[in-house]
């Protein structure tokens, strides 16, 4: 999608996220604050990449952003829609898909089609058209040929697939994408990380949770979180750019970038082309 | 021998069996069963069986797959020969200690497998020949009259097919569990009844946390498709009565009359 | 210690309609004190390789040696092989039960027979080795603990065996960054301190590429490559069409030197890639 104009489609205004448990004498007492004080704007179309170690609160955030968690205070709109507003909860999850991690445990159906009908037959679509939705979304993520194969038989690529057609059939406007690629293997996360970027072409914004660096770098921008709170929100080349920002929130650079530093080439080399330029 | 067990499974294909409703398979089958209790001699079971065969020649589902079923219970099976054998009195055949085989013993066993054979393959074919999704279906239509009374129908209805998805995952997460502990070590084969009920707690700590863990995953999975309870969905593949429904019902209604005058053969 | 497979196969639902013939003819030996990587999309009979090398499957024909003793006979005492061969499984964390460490660490040994102060010495040590602190950790509950620290809970419980080989089943999957670095570092050491065989299974080609001495390639049930990484490692459009990665400073020197005349370079690793990048720039000088 092109870059110029493009409206906010989510918004984040000091979000904090609280995890309590209950103590022996049975009062709620703070155990660790997930999300600490975070403010963003995700434009409508934008590929938004959310990166961090373990722990820093990639998951929390995500949840909020569809309303599956309620924060303890700030505010999450989407679409202008108040993630507080339980009227229009539905309105919301269905407009922000989520695709989760463990391929295994968000396929509710045993059989494929019937699993991709589950959102839309949630929503009340006419059977006529969830046919439709659901065929053409497994079309898009080329699984239409097993739409009638058992969820047991797929290999975990292809039921991230299936989960991400789940997501489609419910037509929303933006995917979030929760380390979609962690439990695949290198032909199934290159599927699944063709299909993200395939789907963001077409004009879905793409929200993508990741451990691995060359795939938050082929977002458009990349949002650091460290201990719950935003640690950078910038370009790939800007974040990769410094070496400092990086180690400081427990993460690695992209292959190309620590061999770049490694060789000694300027920090103005980014891509792959460029340092073929500069050996020319 | 884990993987073996084809409860709950389905075999795709478009046979006419496959194309009844849901709910004409599930009364079909709840009546097989109760018909089952109603014989009491081996021409009933004879008639029921040929029924039975003939029901699956028609399903195409291979007798292969079928028998495989019956694998995982074939110690049950077998029990239940040895304890109706042992516990009959009548005219001894053979008599070593305290046991004592009879003729009488002998055909009340050989009745009592064939009714549980055919229980269960009767059974299993309503799961073989049923998309998981239309039997939930059926099952939550068929209770709907009683959610006035309070029976949640939908509720139960997704739990089903919850269970029938998730029985393969459970049944890997197990087997994986069970090496994984094996690899340290531990040892499910001997010592007594209370050791090896002890040598259990590896393998079921793991699985309780990890049925709870996809239990978590899994409602937030569903929530975040905008599942909100069974108010206002709607159902891509609506089930419905059709012309075939009408002849299984006749050819139902027909067999039971057979099964209850075959009690007065001989 | 040695591993010696000779003619492995192993079908899995003979007979049936998801017949799969998991390993067909597959034989290698392990010597003692090496690293050894495998590799191969998933399906190509990995895993069922590695539940052969201590005796959780029996193959359909053929036998496995460890250190001579054939385990594939019926006499042999699998408990004794598998305390020998430590089989770390893919989510090792899953397997956890105890409601401490130590106790869960404990499980195995316990199982061997080991009791008292041996046990105590034998569980601290496999908690040290996986770069845990003992005082620290023997009494929390391991499902109180971060996922890195949650899976080295999980190795050491299987190191606490004192096996002499320990195979791992892609013990990095899902970490982040920092506690794959860590788990990598712990697997050097206790194949460096321990002088443990290591057999490493992993999809990240830039891991196996670094830390193994010796790399096996498996498709569909056969091994069809056999050598030193840089030997696999070279057979880029072999590898590429059996689904497989090369690691990505291999894949960044191919890029460039087919963009540059007289570059070459089969750099494995970032650092020897940075050496051959720094000498061509000398050289154009």
Not at chain 1, 270 to 276: N, R, S
Not at chain 3, 66 to 80: F, R
Request: proline fraction near 4%.
């Amino acid at each position: 999608m092109k870059q110029e104009n493009r409206k906010t489609f989510i918004s984040v205004r000091n979000l904090i996220v609280d995890f309590t448990h209950v103590n022996e004498e049975g009062l709620e007492e703070l155990k660790t604050r997930a999300i600490d004080d975070v403010s963003f704007d995700i434009e409508k179309g934008s590929f938004v990449s959310i990166i961090g170690m373990n722990g820093s609160g990639k998951s929390t955030l995500a949840k909020c952003l569809n309303g599956l968690i309620m924060p303890k205070s700030g505010e999450v709109y989407v679409d202008g829609l108040s993630t507080y507003d339980e009227e229009h909860l539905w309105d919301i999850r269905s407009r922000v898909g989520m695709v989760f991690q463990n391929p295994d445990n968000q396929i509710v159906s045993s059989l494929v089609e019937d699993d991709v009908a589950f959102g839309p037959e949630n929503l009340g679509v006419d059977p006529v058209e969830i046919r439709k939705r659901v065929d053409s979304a497994l079309k898009q993520v080329d699984m239409y040929d097993c739409r009638d194969k058992g969820a047991h038989m797929l290999s975990g690529g292809q039921k991230q697939r299936i989960a991400i057609a789940g997501a489609l059939a419910m037509r929303p406007e933006c995917i979030i994408f929760d380390e979609p690629t962690a439990m695949l293997d290198p032909k199934g996360r290159k599927q699944v990380m063709n299909i993200i970027k395939e789907l963001n072409q077409e004009g879905i914004t793409t929200i993508l949770i990741t451990h691995y660096m060359h795939e938050a770098e082929q977002a458009e921008r990349i949002i650091v979180l460290k201990d719950g709170k935003l640690y950078s929100d910038g370009k790939p080349s800007e974040l990769f750019g410094n070496r400092r920002l990086i180690e400081g929130a427990g993460l690695e650079m992209p292959p190309l970038i620590d061999l770049r530093d490694r060789s000694g080439l300027p920090e103005s080399a980014t891509t792959i082309e460029d340092i073929i330029c500069l050996l020319k | 021998m884990i993987r073996d067990i084809t409860l709950g499974q389905y075999f795709p294909g478009k046979s006419p069996i496959h194309r009844l409703d849901a709910r004409t398979k599930i009364i079909g089958t709840f009546l097989f069963i109760a018909e089952m209790f109603v014989v009491n001699n081996f021409w009933g079971f004879l008639i029921a069986g040929t029924a039975l065969f003939t029901v699956i020649g028609i399903s195409r589902v291979p007798l292969k797959f079928i028998f495989r079923g019956l694998t995982p219970v074939f110690l049950i099976i077998a029990f239940t020969f040895v304890i109706n054998m042992l516990m009959f009195d009548g005219r001894v055949l053979w008599h070593w200690w305290i046991f004592t085989i009879t003729y009488e013993g002998l055909i009340r066993a050989a009745f009592m497998v064939i009714r549980l054979v055919l229980l269960i393959i009767g059974s299993s074919i309503l799961t073989l020949c049923t998309k998981p999704i239309a039997l939930t279906d059926g099952l939550e239509k068929l209770l709907r009259p009683f959610s006035k009374i309070g029976v949640p129908s939908h509720e139960i209805a997704l739990m089903m097919t919850i269970a029938l998805r998730f029985i393969p995952t459970l049944m890997d997460e197990t087997d994986k569990i069970i090496k994984a502990q094996q690899a340290r070590g531990a040892d499910f084969e001997s010592g007594n009844i209370f050791r090896r009920a002890k040598s259990l707690i590896p393998i079921l700590v793991p699985l309780f946390i990890s049925s709870f863990r996809i239990a978590q995953e899994l409602a937030l999975a569903m929530e975040a498709r905008c599942y909100h309870g069974g108010e206002g969905r709607t159902r891509m593949n609506e089930i419905h009565f059709n012309k075939e429904d009408i002849v299984a019902a006749v050819l139902m209604t027909i067999f039971l009359g057979i099964i209850i005058g075959s009690r007065f053969i001989a | 210690m040695s591993i010696e497979i000779k003619n492995l196969k192993y079908v899995y639902n003979p007979g049936l309609p998801g017949e799969t013939v998991a390993l067909d003819d597959v034989s290698l030996t392990i010597s003692e004190g090496e690293m050894v990587g495998i590799i191969g999309h998933t399906g190509s009979g990995k895993s069922t390789l590695l539940q052969h090398m201590n005796g959780l499957l029996k193959p359909d024909s053929g036998h496995v040696f460890v250190d001579g003793e054939c385990i594939t006979d019926d006499k042999t005492d699998l408990v004794d092989i598998r305390r020998r061969v430590g089989l770390v499984f893919q989510y090792p964390e899953y397997q956890l039960f105890e409601e401490t460490v130590v106790d869960d660490v404990a499980f195995g040994p316990k199982n061997l027979g080991i009791e008292g102060e041996e046990l105590k010495k034998t569980v601290r040590e496999a908690i040290e080795i996986v770069g845990l602190d003992y005082e620290e950790i023997k009494d929390s509950s391991p499902f109180e603990l971060s996922g890195g620290m949650k899976r080295r809970v999980a190795i050491a419980g299987v190191i606490a065996m004192r096996p002499s080989v320990l195979i791992l089943d892609e013990p990095t999957a899902g970490l982040d960054p920092t506690a794959h670095r860590d788990i990598l570092s712990m697997i050097r050491r206790i194949n460096e301190e321990k002088e443990i065989t290591i057999i490493l299974v992993s999809h990240n080609m830039g891991d196996i590429a670094k830390m193994c001495d010796r790399v096996i390639v498996m498709e569909n049930g056969k091994i069809v490559l056999e050598g030193r990484p840089r030997e696999i490692f070279t057979q880029d459009a072999l590898l590429e069409s059996m689904g497989l990665d090369v690691p990505p400073a291999l894949d960044i020197m191919r890029k460039i030197s087919k963009s540059i005349d007289g570059f070459t370079s089969s750099a494995l690793t970032l650092d020897e890639a940075a050496e051959d990048i720094k000498e061509f720039m000398k050289r154009k000088k």
